[in-house]
């Protein structure tokens, strides 16, 4: 009910709507950084609420969400602007068919979205050898090769592009580095950032098979969201948040 209210007056706000993360790490260095630009968050009821405001930019109000519904309320236009993954909003707004714009790369929550083997694949280095393995996992087994993943128009892209096929993609609701030992996977795609969880579950990453290079970003909903009032307020918080003339001069025109 809460995104419905938003859905109905964004357009007609002067007011610019930012979300925020509403729980966990990407939230604290999202806090953490608009508090180092002189940007501090003043969330209602406390921590457990879901509005709040920006302290030093009147014309902006916050509403916390998950990363993943961010990328979702983003594409239909329930808020203006939207802190969150790259790999999120590359998985549900599939960019660039959308005019949902990546406005500002924020440089924390770094991560890559990767294809992982496991480790007892000796002869598997890389992408290039993925073919093979495909390949002769149908003759042997009759079977198409499992991919267990989140991020299935990612993966499908990917594959798309590098011209493999055969394979079956393997929703994953859990998690996706123990898909393999489950048996419910024979490969994953996922995402990493130290790769400490891949080695754990006796899997490895190979060459040429790191599909996106994924980081927090500041992203904006449609255009028709964007009043003269709002361009102004959006100006200047990305001044507070570090951008030149020339940055801000190109963002504005994407959405004029």
């Known amino acids: 009910m809460l995104i419905g209210c938003y859905s109905m007056r964004?357009?007609?706000?002067?007011?610019?709507?930012?979300?925020?993360p509403n729980k966990g790490r990407l939230q604290k260095q999202t806090v953490d950084f608009l508090k180092e630009n002189g940007?501090?968050?003043?969330?209602?009821?406390?921590?457990?609420g879901?509005?709040?405001?920006?302290?030093?930019?009147?014309?902006?109000?916050?509403?916390?969400l998950s990363p993943k519904e961010i990328s979702l309320e983003l594409m239909k236009g329930s808020i203006d602007l939207g802190v969150t993954g790259l790999d999120l909003v590359?998985?549900?707004?599939?960019?660039?068919?959308?005019?949902?714009?990546n406005i500002l790369e924020l440089g924390f929550g770094k991560a890559d979205v990767v294809v992982a083997v496991p480790i007892s694949w000796i002869d598997v280095m890389s992408i290039n050898d993925l073919e093979d393995v495909i390949y002769n996992f149908r003759v042997s087994?009759?079977?198409?090769?499992?991919i267990a993943t989140k991020y299935p128009n990612i993966s499908r892209n990917f594959f798309e592009k590098i011209g493999l096929s055969?394979?079956?993609?393997?929703?994953?609701?859990?998690?996706?580095?123990?898909?393999?030992?489950?048996?419910?996977?024979?490969?994953?795609?996922?995402?990493?950032?130290?790769?400490?969880t891949l080695a754990a579950n006796q899997?490895?990453?190979?060459?040429?098979?790191?599909?996106l290079e994924s980081q927090a970003c500041l992203f904006s909903g449609p255009n028709r969201n964007w009043?003269?009032?709002?361009?102004?307020?959006?100006?200047?918080?990305?001044?507070?948040?570090?951008?030149?003339?020339?940055?801000?001069?190109?963002?504005?025109?994407?959405?004029s």
């Open 203 to 211: 899997l490895k990453r190979i060459d040429s098979g790191t599909i």
């Open 166 to 196: 055969d394979y079956l993609l393997v929703d994953s609701h859990g998690a996706t580095e123990g898909a393999p030992a489950y048996g419910s996977s024979e490969i994953i795609i996922d995402i990493t950032s130290t790769g400490s």
């Open 141 to 146: 087994t009759g079977k198409r090769l499992r």
């Open 50 to 64: 879901y509005i709040g405001k920006l302290i030093g930019s009147d014309n902006i109000e916050l509403i916390f």
């Open 90 to 101: 590359n998985e549900y707004v599939h960019l660039p068919d959308t005019n949902t714009h």
């Open 10 to 20: 964004v357009i007609m706000s002067r007011k610019v709507i930012l979300g925020i």
């Open 39 to 48: 940007l501090e968050i003043k969330r209602g009821r406390g921590d457990r």
């Open 227 to 255: 009043s003269k009032d709002k361009i102004v307020t959006l100006s200047g918080l990305l001044t507070l948040l570090g951008s030149d003339k020339a940055h801000i001069s190109k963002i504005l025109s994407l959405l």
